[in-house]
């Protein structure tokens, strides 16, 4: 109960100030019109020419990741007003207000993320594996949301100000975003990058996504391994989190 209380509370906050909504948003909206209709014309021969449908899973893994980072912004404005504090010293569950502020930023990613699924069919992408396919989108996309959340929580409490959450924050987004398969086909990519590109677990949960939007059959053992990998995440940026949190109250 107290966990809802908290997301309520979160919630609460997110549509009375909606300016918080669209400023995670509009940057991926900008890419998924504005880039994927520009780059298409030279990326003709990916996805069978359809290009918004190939970068439309980076672009939901974006739009998770800038809530999540949004969501660790909070405590900053929380602290600033001193209800955060308040939190602390409730007799409330630290594992419920970490829970809390994480599902808050997994609610909002997988709101933002049906938004753009819904835009993306006025653009001709279809969901080739059908409903259990969005499903399951749907699992992946909660997964990367949650993973992201508790990692940027974490985060948020280790720094002295906003100021500084948001250029690291950015750092880490953009960096997670370009060594990816976001915008590029692996088989365009060698080398150092492709390492590297391999080795970032969104890379895996991008590809994933791809293959359930564009393909008609769904890869269950490649599909189970990703989610089994992200599971580990999220219990580990969860954890991560509540070590933070009770720093904050041993302070």
């Given at each position: 109960m107290d966990t809802i209380n908290i997301l309520w509370r979160n919630m609460k906050w997110r549509f009375q100030n909606p300016i918080s909504i669209l400023l995670t948003i509009i940057q991926p909206l900008i890419w998924l019109?504005?880039?994927?209709?520009m780059a298409g014309q030279s990326m003709r021969n990916v996805s069978g020419g359809n290009y918004t449908a190939f970068i439309l899973p980076g672009i939901m893994v974006l739009v998770a990741m800038a809530c999540c980072s949004s969501g660790g912004y909070l405590n900053f404005i929380m602290k600033t007003k001193g209800s955060f504090y308040r939190i602390l010293i409730a007799p409330v569950k630290r594992s419920s207000i970490v829970l809390?502020?994480?599902l808050e930023a997994v609610l909002l990613s997988?709101?933002?993320?049906?938004?753009?699924?819904?835009?993306?069919m006025t653009m001709s992408v279809r969901?080739?594996?059908g409903f259990a396919g969005l499903l399951l989108i749907l699992l992946l996309v909660f997964l990367a949301a949650f993973f992201m959340s508790g990692l940027s929580y974490a985060i948020s409490l280790c720094l002295p100000n906003e100021a500084i959450y948001e250029t690291i924050m950015n750092l880490i987004v953009l960096s997670i975003f370009f060594t990816s398969t976001a915008l590029f086909p692996m088989d365009g990519i060698s080398g150092g990058l492709k390492i590297a590109v391999m080795i970032n677990p969104f890379t895996h949960i991008i590809?994933?996504?791809?293959?359930?939007?564009?393909?008609?059959?769904v890869d269950w053992q490649n599909l189970l391994l990703v989610a089994a990998l992200f599971i580990c995440l999220c219990l580990g940026s969860f954890a991560l989190a509540m070590w933070r949190i009770k720093k904050e109250t041993d302070n």
């Open positions: 019109a504005l880039y994927s209709a809390g502020q994480l997988l709101i933002e993320a049906g938004i753009l699924l819904v835009l993306s969901i080739a594996s590809n994933s996504l791809r293959s359930l939007i564009l393909g008609s059959s």
